[in-house]
Nanobody, 126 residues
């Protein structure tokens, strides 16, 4: 069974940095698919943060994180990473790793992804 496991969340002061990782396991060839990061703040809907295609060439970001967050992947290790710099209190949320296995395209919507991790909490204090 395919699993996506996030790690790296925690508490950080505004202006600080965190690095989230997502490890994929299971029988599916992980490197063939797009991966994404989403987040969900308390009382709000889950929202897109960033996504990277299978090759690592095509990357998209939400406007709210552009210039501060960087998504990358290591297909040899079946991992995808989200480096978050200049964090703001409004970045506080549970962050989810997701994978799209229906084809090789990227997506920005929650419904574009069919596999999800359990999430990791990121809290940014002011």
């Amino acid at each position: 069974q395919v699993q996506l496991v996030e790690s790296g969340g925690g508490l950080v002061q505004a202006g600080g940095s965190l690095r989230l990782s997502c490890a994929a396991s299971g029988p599916t060839f992980t490197a063939a698919y797009a991966m994404g990061w989403f987040r969900q703040a308390a009382g709000k809907e889950r929202e897109f943060v960033a996504a990277i295609d299978w090759s690592g060439v095509y990357i998209v970001y939400a406007e709210s994180v552009k210039g501060r967050f960087t998504i990358s992947r290591d297909n040899a290790k079946n991992t995808v990473t989200l480096q978050m710099n200049s964090l703001k209190p409004e970045d506080t949320a549970v962050y989810y790793c997701a994978r799209r296995t229906v084809d090789r395209t990227l997506g920005r919507a929650v419904f574009d992804y069919n596999q999800w991790g359990q999430g990791t909490q990121v809290t940014v204090s002011s």
